[in-house]
């Protein structure tokens, strides 16, 4: 079974993109997948920028169903969260 935070962590240490698959948040059911910039882990979510949104986003990692790490690469547009 994959660990989503120590995943989400070695992407964010390497800079790499990561394909996210979660449950939407208030809308039971809902199931979306984004690409997205990890930035590390905090308080039981996920700190990433969302391509799709063009925004800094949070995810709750209880929401996260997988996570793949992708080949792209992506510039850090700010300081990663050490957890």
Do not use: C, K, W
Request: no cysteine; proline share 7%.
């Amino acid at each position: 079974m994959q660990n989503i935070p120590e995943t989400l962590m070695h992407a964010a240490r390497n800079s790499q993109r990561v394909v996210v698959r979660f449950e939407g948040v208030g809308v039971p059911g809902s199931e979306y997948e984004r690409e997205l910039e990890p930035y590390g882990v905090q308080d039981g979510d996920l700190i990433a920028f969302s391509y799709y949104l063009d925004e800094f986003r949070t995810v709750p990692l209880q929401n996260i169903r997988s996570v793949e790490i992708t080949d792209r690469t992506f510039l850090p547009r700010r300081p990663l969260i050490d957890s």
